[in-house]
Structures are given as structure tokens and as C-alpha cells.
């Protein structure tokens, strides 16, 4: 079937070069004006025909890109707008639509696949555009958009904003987001330029491109603020800057007055708006004299547009309907729903809603029964759907910040709560579950959602001055539970003793600072008894508001990784931070591993010893496969045995093989009986004795016939003393120690400066104050530097030819994915090594064995 193309355009798409020379799109490496973008265009059109088609665009924020959207839409040809980043979306409505030309990126090339000449589509005259609904991408229920509700939103945005010909708009949202596309649509239409981006706005680099082109707005959802604050966004000096945009869900009513104010003091506007796919993009918009006055605001119907609350029976407040030229189409969700045409009238928001005394109008809650949370749209008919298949009778309610559920009976709050974070997708924080006997009913006999909803943890009550938080639920056993997958904790438990080790005390560590206020030293050794007591005896170190104590050993595990890959790409040169690791795996050796009884102790250090081991040796494996950089020695963990003396790609992984070797050196000797004895009768002079002996290697007294573990030896035995140390005498000796014995070794003395401060920082500073903005992301690197150590050798050279900066945070994110998978697999591991034991309770059997199923 082919059709002619039929008249309807969208005219800022078709207009372009009437705006002549005036500056059109500036990225890093090119700037165009609307007549060498008007050229690309049409060129563009052409290779897409004459007779109408549906085409699917994977689109990034870069020109060819939007080349190809702003052709389809010149030509007439409905498009369909995805993310480049969601082959899975692509693969899901390339199935269900079947288009006629694929639009994609290729290697960098714009490749265009045109998979029949003509189309098999009814296409009806007004469809231009069809977009994912939120929260929905890959699903093949679109939002059908014409010409005129492109055409008329992209003009109520350029209206209320005022855009004109001298301003200029940073791209900081996908342009396959309804959003991201509302800012080029307007600015497009009015001649005005727009900075492509696809850098965030915690780089730098961002900031510099900002400036440089003079832009004048950007816009944000509320995570971009969270992210704004962190980089220091309020110092910025942005002399361009004319206003900022905030959609995407609710902006906390606190953080809209304080970006108002801010933006006063500045000289900028910020303006709250809402929206939705189904509105083509806004909706209403809050006047920035209104900001601090009603934060809580949606603000008023874009012009064009109009509002009316329509009664709810049952309920306090309406339901808010829009009505206005941008309204969609409808909906569609098969092929054949593209020939069809205007299917309704208004948009019914589902939003409940008031008007405020100043003429605004103000959301106050969801008529649906959906929530949004992280992200994810969540059904919570469908949550209680998925427990009654359990056999559980339960009651779900929710806001943006979490889901509750009501459950009747005696069931496992805990493992249910596991369950069902696997069975819908959400993140185990993320959700509550509340063991109750009756469900709370309304005098009708209808559940009470909102008594479900007040079963929510409380706010944690007001700390005493100078002590931590002693409210709330997340006590010591909770921590522990979570962090080690463990229930039934004793008042004699450790976390040692319940399996803790390196790779779980990052997590451990941070939540416990969080809960008494101050991290013991001995806190990994010390019972939930004694532990519990301390949330209100221990006096929290005030930093102020921006700065957050986090332990040494997390922070030095964070700092090193960062230095190591960006030595390795060549970003900078600072060495020795693989040293300063190598002493603090001896650190937490000591703390993690020494504990308990020899067979137990012996089960626990070979555990954490596979824990290295695994990953290591299944990543190796497959650099083998894909590289000829590594030979079968590496993947055995046996390059430093068996490889070559000379330095080459095989000796990448030397320091995970040394880590292996001390480890498993430690553990063999500690399982002597007399060794376990000596250890447990002088636990100070003992690492001592080890720090002397790997000395002789040091000082090439001896030759271990292994390279690397000269250093090794002595470093880790030297960081295990240091966990040993109990007094300030005892610190001295160690600190003189390294301050005699570092010196000289590398004949580099940065590097050795490097590995002094790290033992001497280890040594001194239980914790190290770290700008709150960034205690997110030490801890992340920290719990994944292992990870990202393997994951870079394979990561960074693809991207360092042409941004080492770009292949150092490539590969730390990477390593960070790694960790994130390893540690989903070995929480898998553990439950279904503990199910026979859990399993027995009740109906918990069932809901065990059919959640694992639906993971």
C-alpha cells in the first residue's frame, strides 16, 4: 500500500531555513545554521520518499538525530521516537508494528534500513508522531500525536516562556523523551538555537559547552536537581542564563522555593511545569512570581489550554481534566490503530486536584491505582494480585517515595518483602511489608488505604544534641539481615561471626554510622548487645551540613581505583594506590577473617577467598575468549607462576593473583593448629613477625621466585598489623615501621609518598570526611573497586582515543555493573542454599518457591 504524502506539515520542522544564517544547533565539534540544517533536512527527506511510511528512529541528542526526526516530520512520514540506549524497546515495537524504514545509528554512521518500498499501513492523514507512554517504554502502547498537537505545544511553550530568536537551550533530556523534545520543538519553531548534548550535568565539560555557546535555559526533572546541588550549581557563574524549566514528576514543594530563591538572587526564572505524553508535553505551567508562594503548585493551563476538576464520588477532591489542542490523538497498540483518528477529546490526568485561592492549581493525590516509583510504574492492584497467587491476602498502597503492603496473617514480613521486590522490579529500600492480623477496613467493608499507608515507618524522632538517631527500625539486626541475607540474629552475633567480610562491610559500615551516630572501631567484632546500647550512647562528630565521615579503609579503597584506571588510560600519572590496596586487604584480612573458632573460621575464609576468586576467574575467561591479550595461565590465576618474566597484557591481573595467593597463604597457615594458637597469644607481634619476614623479600634478602610479591607480602602483613593496633604506642611502632621501610622501594618518590600517606591514614583516621555529595558514589567505587580493577583492561581502551576522562568513568561504571551483578548472583546463591530452612514456615513455602521463580 502506498500513499501519497499528504499536506498536513508541522511548520517549524518545515520552516527552518526562513530563520536564514541565524545560529541553529551548536554541539562540541560543530555548529550549523537553520539554512545548513534546512539542506541536511531535505537531503534527509528524500532518502526517506515520496509516498508516506511509517518510520522508527532510535534517536540520541546529536544531529543526525534530529536531522532524521525533523525530516519525517517535513515529509510527512509518521515516526516512531526511541531511545538509542533500549535495543530491547527497538527488537519489542520493531515486532509489533512492523515499520517500514528503520532509522538507526550503526557505529557511529546514521544507517537507514528501508525494509520494503512502499508501506503496508493504513496511515491516517494527521499521525505524525507516536511516543512511549511513561514509564513504558518498549511496551507497544503508544501516544498518537498529529501535526496540530506538535504545532500547538511547541507554541503555548514558546508563549509562556517568551522564547525568542536570541536564546539558546542546552539539550539535558533524551529528545525521544516527550520533555527533551518540547525544548527543541519550541526553540525550533521561534529561530531560537540549541546546544546538542548528550553530557550530563555533574561533568564539567557541560558546563563549559553552557558557557561558551551562551545558552540561556536548560531544562530538569527533579533528580536533576538533586544532582545540580552536589555539583555546586548556586556558585555557578552562568551570566547567560535566563530561566530553568523543572518537569518529570513532583519537585518537593522546600526545593521549589529554594530554586526560586535562588534564581532571584541570580537573575533567572525557574518554572515548575506539568504534563504528560498524552498532552504531546506540558500542560500547565506555575508563573515564577508564584514559585515561592505555592511550591506545592502545578501552576495554570498552558495558553490554549484549559482545566476543569470533575467530582469523584466517594473522595474529597476531583479529578483534574485538561482540554486543549495538544490533547493526543489516542492510543495506539497495534498496527492497525494507525489509521484511525482522533479517538478522544480531553485528557482525563487521573491526577486529583484543587484550586488554591491564587488561581493555580494544586495535585494532591493519584485516582488510579498507580505509583510511580524510581521510576517504575507500579500497579497496585497488580501487587496485591501477585500476593493473592501466593496464597496471602494483602492491601497495597503508595506514593513516588515507596510502596506499603498490608499483609494478613503471620507470614515472614521479611521474606515476603524479598519476594516481592523481585516480583514487581522495585529495589528491596524501596518497599515496606507490615505483618497485621486483620487488614484495616472502612465501616463499608472497604480496605482502608490510607490506614495502610499511616503503617508506614514513621520520620525518625529528632536526635538528642550530640547523639545519633535512636528511632526507626533500621537497627543493628535489620542491618545485618539485609546486608548478609541472614535471620534469627543472636544477641552473641558479630557481624564476623554471621559471615561478614570485606566485600559486605562497605554497606554494613555506612547504614550503621547512619543509625548510632559513630562507627566503633571494633564495631565488626562487637555483639548486637553491646552494639544496640550504643544508638544512644555514642556521640555523633557534627561536620556540618556538606560533609559525612565515612571509614578509612572505604574511602583509601574508593581513591585508589579512581587513581589506578586513570594512571592505566593516561588521564593523569599517580602511582602506588595498588599498594596502598595491597595493605588494606591485610587490614580487613585481620578484621574480617581472624574471629571464632579454626574449622569455622576456616569456612568463612575460604568463602570470602571464592568471592574474589570467581568473578576474577569468570571475567578473565572471557577476555581470554574475546582478546589475545591473556593465556590460559590467566584464567588459572597462575600468570604470575607461569607467564612471562617480561611485563606484557598477561601481567594485567597481577595484582588479583597476588591477592589470591596471600590469601590463600594465610589461610593454610592459620589452619596449622600452633600458627592459630600464636596468632590468637600475640596478636600484634604476630603480623609483626609476617611484616618482618616479608621484609627479607623487600630488601632482596630472600627471593620468592614471584614477582610482585615482594611488596605484597610485606604491605598486606603490614596493613593487617595495623587492624591489630589498640593504643596510641602501638600505632607509633607501626606508623615508624612504615615510615623506615617505604622509603627507597620504588625510587619514585610520589609513589612512595602516595603509599606512605595511605598506610598512615589507615593507621590514624578511623573515618575521613567526605563532601556529602559524593558519599553515594565512595561507597559504590569502594564496594566495586575489585571489580572495576578486572572490568578496565577491557573497557578503557575503546574509549581513550577519544576521551581518556570519558574511559576512566566508563570503566568505573563498568566495574560498578560487575559488582552489581556478581552480588546479585551470590544473593541468589545464598537463597536458594537457605530455602529448605526458611521455606518451612507456613504459607511461606509457596511464596518462596513461586517468587524465585518469577525473578
Keep these: 500500500m502506498t500513499t501519497d504524502l499528504h499536506l498536513a506539515q508541522v511548520s517549524f520542522a518545515a520552516e527552518l531555513a526562513s530563520y536564514g544564517d541565524r545560529p541553529a544547533i551548536l554541539t562540541e565539534s560543530l555548529s550549523l545554521s537553520y539554512r545548513e540544517l534546512a539542506d541536511r533536512v531535505d537531503a534527509f527527506a528524500l532518502r526517506l520518499g515520496t509516498g508516506r511510511r511509517l518510520v522508527a528512529l532510535t534517536a540520541a541528542n546529536d544531529v543526525d538525530s534530529l536531522v532524521a526526526y525533523l ?49 503496508r499501513h493504513a496511515l491516517h492523514p494527521d499521525l505524525a508522531l507516536l511516543l512511549s507512554t511513561s514509564g513504558s517504554t518498549g511496551s507497544p502502547k503508544l501516544v498518537r500525536l498529529s501535526h496540530a498537537n506538535l504545532q500547538s505545544n511547541a507554541e503555548s511553550i514558546a508563549q509562556y516562556l517568551r522564547i525568542g530568536t536570541d536564546d539558546t537551550a542546552a539539550t539535558t533530556l533524551p529528545m525521544s523523551y516527550c520533555y527533551g523534545l518540547s525544548v527543541i520543538n519550541s526553540h525550533l519553531l521561534r529561530g531560537a538555537g540549541l546546544v546538542l ?10 558546563w563549559d559547552l553552557f558557557r561558551r555557546a551562551g545558552a540561556t535555559s536548560f531544562a530538569a526533572v527533579p533528580y536533576t536537581f538533586d544532582l545540580l546541588e552536589r555539583v555546586g550549581f548556586a556558585e555557578m557563574d552562568l551570566p547567560g542564563l535566563r530561566y530553568v524549566t523543572q518537569a518529570g514528576g513532583r519537585l518537593a514543594p522546600d526545593a521549589v522555593r529554594r530554586f526560586a530563591e535562588l534564581g532571584c538572587r541570580r537573575g533567572w526564572d525557574l518554572f515548575v511545569m ?15 512570581e508564584l514559585a515561592a508562594e505555592v511550591p506545592g503548585a502545578i501552576g495554570v493551563a498552558v495558553p490554549g489550554g484549559s482545566f476543569r476538576i470533575d467530582p469523584v464520588p466517594g473522595l474529597e477532591h476531583g479529578e483534574l481534566v485538561y482540554t486543549g489542542p495538544n490533547v493526543m490523538l489516542g492510543y495506539a497498540e497495534s498496527p492497525e490503530d494507525l489509521g484511525k483518528g482522533r479517538t478522544i477529546g480531553e485528557l482525563r490526568t487521573g491526577d486529583l486536584a484543587r484550586k488554591h485561592p491564587a488561581g493555580v492549581f494544586e495535585v494532591v493525590g493519584r485516582r488510579s491505582r498507580f505509583v510511580k516509583i524510581v521510576g517504575l510504574r507500579v500497579d497496585l492492584g497488580q501487587v496485591e494480585r501477585f500476593l493473592a497467587d501466593l496464597g496471602v491476602d494483602a492491601a497495597s498502597a503508595g506514593t513516588d517515595d515507596g510502596l506499603v503492603v498490608a499483609v494478613e496473617g503471620g507470614h515472614d514480613p521479611h521474606l515476603l518483602a524479598k519476594v516481592l521486590a523481585q516480583g514487581v522490579g522495585l529495589p528491596r529500600a524501596a518497599l515496606e511489608v507490615h505483618a497485621v492480623e486483620h487488614l484495616p477496613r472502612l465501616a463499608t467493608g472497604k480496605l482502608d488505604y490510607p490506614a495502610v499507608l499511616a503503617l508506614s515507618r514513621p520520620e525518625p524522632a529528632e536526635p538528642a544534641p550530640g547523639y545519633g538517631t535512636a528511632a526507626g527500625p533500621d537497627n543493628v539486626r535489620k542491618i545485618f539481615a539485609d546486608t548478609l541475607e541472614c535471620a534469627d540474629i543472636a544477641d552473641d552475633d558479630t557481624f564476623v561471626s554471621l559471615g561478614g567480610d570485606s566485600l559486605s562491610y562497605v554497606a554494613a559500615s555506612v547504614r550503621l554510622e547512619q543509625v548510632l551516630g559513630h562507627l566503633p572501631r571494633d564495631w565488626h567484632v562487637t555483639t548486637v548487645r553491646d552494639l544496640e546500647p550504643r544508638r544512644r550512647e555514642m556521640p555523633v562528630r557534627r561536620l556540618g551540613r556538606f560533609f ?6 572505604i574511602v583509601l579503597r574508593a581513591v585508589s581505583i579512581i587513581l589506578i584506571v586513570s594512571t592505566h588510560v593516561g588521564l593523569f600519572r599517580w602511582q602506588g594506590a595498588a599498594h596502598v590496596l595491597m595493605a588494606v586487604a591485610g587490614y580487613n584480612f585481620a578484621r574480617f577473617q581472624l574471629s571464632g573458632k579454626r574449622l569455622p573460621r576456616l569456612r568463612r575464609q575460604l568463602a570470602s577467598l571464592a568471592r574474589v576468586v570467581v ?9 581470554y575468549l574475546i582478546t589475545d591479550n591473556y593465556s590460559p595461565a590467566n584464567i588459572l590465576l597462575l600468570n604470575a607462576v607461569l607467564g612471562p618474566e617480561t611485563v606484557t597484557t598477561q601481567w594485567h591481573f597481577w595484582f588479583v593473583e597476588v591477592l589470591v595467593y596471600l590469601l590463600v597463604g594465610m589461610t593454610a597457615l592459620l589452619a596449622v593448629p600452633s600458627a592459630d594458637r600464636a596468632e590468637k597469644r600475640f596478636p600484634l607481634l604476630f603480623p609483626l613477625a609476617l611484616t618482618g619476614a616479608g621484609l627479607l623479600t623487600r630488601y632482596d634478602v630472600i627471593d620468592p621466585g614471584v614477582p610482585h610479591t615482594a611488596p605484597a607480602l610485606w604491605l598486606f602483613a ?3 598489623a595495623i587492624a ?3 593504643n596510641v604506642a602501638q600505632r607509633c611502632a607501626v606508623s615508624a615501621v612504615a615510615a623506615l621501610t617505604v622509603p627507597g622501594f620504588f625510587e619514585d618518590a610520589n609513589r612512595e609518598f602516595t603509599l606512605l600517606i595511605g598506610i598512615l591514614l589507615l593507621i590514624w583516621l578511623p573515618s575521613i570526611p567526605v563532601p556529602k555529595a559524593l ?49 546479585r548472583v551470590i544473593s541468589m546463591v545464598t537463597r536458594r542454599r537457605t530455602r529448605p530452612a526458611t521455606a518451612t514456615r507456613g504459607h511461606l513455602r509457596p511464596v518462596l518457591r513461586l517468587g524465585m521463580g518469577r525473578r
Design 724 to 726: 591489630r593496633t589498640r
Design 71 to 119: 525530516a519525517a516530520l517535513a515529509a510527512g512520514h509518521p515516526l516512531i521516537l526511541l531511545p538509542e540506549d533500549k535495543p530491547a524497546a527497538l527488537e519489542s515495537l520493531v515486532t509489533a508494528y512492523d515499520p517500514d524504514v528503520l532509522v538507526r545509528s550503526v557505529n557511529g554512521q546514521t544507517v537507514l534500513e528501508e525494509r520494503r518500498p512502499g508501506t
Design 775 to 823: 558519599r553515594r558514589v565512595t561507597i559504590l567505587l569502594a564496594s566495586a573497586s575489585l571489580y572495576a580493577y578486572l572490568v578496565h583492561w577491557l573497557v578503557y581502551p575503546l574509549l581513550a582515543p577519544f576521551s581518556p576522562l570519558l574511559a576512566v568513568a566508563a570503566s568505573l561504571a563498568a566495574g560498578v555493573a560487575y559488582w552489581a551483578v556478581c552480588m
Design 274 to 288: 506539568y504534563g504528560a505524553t498524552e498532552a504531546t508535553a506540558r500542560m500547565a505551567y506555575l508563573p515564577p
Design 197 to 206: 548534548t548528550g553530557l550530563s550535568v555533574v561533568d564539567p565539560c557541560f
Design 615 to 623: 568473578p576474577s576467574v569468570a571475567f578473565i575467561g572471557v577476555a
Design 718 to 720: 603490614m596493613g593487617w
Design 548 to 553: 559525612a565521615p565515612i571509614e578509612t579503609g
